[in-house]
């Protein structure tokens, strides 16, 4: 225990358990959604998040007091948590929902967020989570969590620096055309980009080491929040087929090719 | 039929003498930058006319801003009212800082049914905000939509999965506000159309005590067309091998081709190119008339950022790339040999 006054930094990162990127998905036949019998494993944002909060212990020390991981999902999602504790992430909290029930949306999720961390007694200074999941695609509850909370927010971010001192983060963000640097003051939410690192993989040990740290089983309705979707999603369709494989054999009939489309009428 | 209404809509409007269903009235956030629209906000404002009824667009920015822009999105077809705000606060539009300025304007009493933008970084980390403080959901990068006024409900279609599926999902009459961001490859920009809107000032709502402050933006230069709206495109994989490589053969044919140059992951990461050039599901999302893929395998996270395109030109040497199971023009060969000898060619 350090004598200091100051309050050291809890960092809370929320992860969910998706379908492998490398898997090519397929749609159910009855247009319900897509067959999930699949190989899943930690949305790739959500690695990069876990990486980035046990990167700043790493650098931060001891000022960084807790690393804490949370997903809402069925019960296979435990295991999205052990391979976040695997990578460093000191505990974790399961919002379990059964494995009928339909997706949570993103204001669901972030509503359940809010609720988990005003329940932190230690508080929470900064939550790092993926800027998307790769099957939905939403890209919304960083900043529904947020505008919730009514705390600032950096998206999309690169690089993140954290001043403990200063309670302050400086955040390189991915814009369009380009990149824009801010500062916030913390408690702060960052959702992060590809760039900004590189996730580890779990050494063996430290997946051994992982199956001792405390998880904690919440429900919804612990949380006293109702995940019952509010768009509803009536169909999940194959996108419509390319008819692709036109091979030529040399560039003078890919050229051919390129002026029939009339690509090269005005050169 | 739901097209018959859109379309009565279109015309002048005429006050109906019964007071239930209130016609669909969307407010679209038009983004903009060095004094000019962004494309993307004039694509949103096309999807926000197929809600078949009144579209009121909004310029934040500085006063300055505000001033160069408001004289063009006045002449912005589709439009039939305009909202602007101005503020030092608001330049650069962060979103704790115009978050409180949209809430204000679609607060309790607001004409505001929908709210749209396009699916761009900057509206990507604002609406979503609004829409939580507001306690409604969002529908992100929308393909398609249709509003059917009589029940309140929006359906559209958007792609997850890195576009390997569509969902089509319903926004019913229980979401009383409605936020969707769109996908501008979807939706051709509308354009001015000569007749002028009136603007309407709004109050500036804003933020007292400590704001995240923005330190610096960083622009990548470049004379070639915008990526997202270009109708050519370029793009080049890790076989370009590095960044001067990269540039030395795919300038050339994007000069001969009056084209935008774009990268796969594999060449952003690997440092061969820009970031903001990246196609693709975690980049941007492209659908020119032509994209040329050279030394891109195609993989699926790719594919999801052009696959709309409509014409696909790929050089690959591996004949087995998934790259060539979507080109249209397939060309099984060393990119080094072929491209200078595609220049030459185009030239002629």
Do not use: C
């Not at chain 1, 919804?220 to 087929?241: C, F, S």
């Not at chain 2, 439009?79 to 309790?108: C, F, N, R």
């Amino acid at each position: 225990m350090r004598p200091t006054p100051a309050r050291l930094l809890n960092i809370l990162v929320p992860v969910k358990r998706t379908i492998d990127y490398a898997v090519k998905i397929r749609v159910n036949p009855d247009q319900k959604g897509v067959d999930l019998n699949v190989k899943h494993s930690m949305n790739p944002f959500d690695e990069i998040a876990v990486e980035e909060a046990v990167r700043l212990r790493e650098k931060l020390k001891d000022e960084i007091k807790s690393i804490k991981v949370v997903t809402i999902g069925p019960p296979k999602s435990i295991e999205t948590l052990r391979t976040a504790l695997a990578m460093g992430a000191d505990s974790a909290i399961h919002v379990e929902i059964p494995d009928s029930a339909p997706a949570p949306e993103p204001l669901g999720v972030a509503k359940a967020l809010r609720a988990l961390i005003e329940k932190q007694k230690d508080g929470v200074d900064l939550v790092i989570m993926g800027k998307q999941a790769i099957d939905d695609d939403a890209g919304q509850t960083g900043q529904m969590l947020a505008g919730l909370m009514n705390w600032p927010q950096a998206t999309f971010a690169s690089k993140l620096v954290v001043d403990p001192a200063t309670k302050e983060a400086n955040v390189t963000q991915e814009i369009d055309g380009g990149l824009q640097e801010v500062k916030a003051k913390l408690p702060l939410i960052v959702t992060t980009d590809l760039r900004l690192n590189e996730p580890r993989y779990a050494s063996l040990p430290n997946i051994m080491k992982a199956k001792k740290k405390p998880i904690e089983k919440v429900s919804p309705a612990d949380l006293g929040i109702d995940l019952t979707p509010r768009l509803e999603t009536i169909k999940v369709a194959e996108p419509p087929k390319r008819q692709g494989g036109g091979k030529v054999e040399s560039v003078d009939e890919l050229v051919a090719k390129l002026k029939e489309a009339g690509f090269l009428s005005k050169s | 039929m739901l097209r018959n209404r859109s379309l009565a809509a279109l015309k002048p409007v005429v006050f109906r003498t019964y007071a239930t269903a209130v016609g669909p009235h969307a407010l679209v956030f038009l983004e903009h930058r060095g004094g000019v629209i962004d494309s993307g906000s004039l694509s949103a404002l096309a999807a926000a006319e197929k809600l078949g009824g009144q579209v009121t667009g909004l310029v934040v920015g500085s006063a300055d801003e505000v001033t160069a822009v408001l004289p063009k999105a006045q002449k912005l077809k589709g439009l039939t009212g305009l909202l602007h705000a101005s503020s030092p606060q608001y330049a650069p539009a962060l979103p704790e800082t115009v978050s409180p300025l949209l809430e204000k304007i679609l607060s309790d009493g607001s004409p505001f049914t929908h709210v749209v933008s396009a699916h761009s970084a900057s509206a990507k980390a604002l609406l979503p905000r609004v829409a939580a403080k507001l306690d409604v959901p969002a529908v992100s990068d929308i393909t398609s939509l249709e509003h059917d006024a009589s029940s309140n409900s929006t359906t559209f279609t958007r792609p997850i999965y890195a576009g390997n599926a569509i969902a089509t999902v319903v926004a019913g009459s229980s979401i009383p506000l409605k936020f969707f961001t769109v996908r501008s490859t979807a939706f051709k920009a509308v354009a001015a159309d000569g007749s002028e809107v009136e603007a309407k000032s709004v109050e500036p709502a804003e933020v007292s005590g400590p704001v995240t402050e923005h330190v610096r933006t960083e622009l990548t230069k470049s004379d070639r067309p915008e990526l997202g709206s270009a109708s050519r495109i370029v793009s080049g994989g890790r076989a370009l091998k590095d960044a001067q490589t990269f540039n030395a053969t795919l300038e050339p044919l994007a000069d001969a081709l009056g084209a935008a140059i774009g990268a796969s992951r594999a060449a952003v990461d690997a440092g061969y190119a820009d970031n903001s050039l990246q196609v693709g599901q975690t980049g941007k999302v492209v659908a020119p008339e032509l994209y040329v893929a050279l030394g891109i395998s195609g993989a699926i996270q790719h594919l999801a950022g052009m696959k709309d395109s409509k014409l696909i030109v790929a050089v690959n040497k591996d004949p087995d790339a998934p790259i060539f199971q979507v080109a249209d023009v397939g060309l099984v060969a060393d990119l080094f040999e072929v491209v200078p000898e595609l220049v030459e060619k185009i030239k002629q």
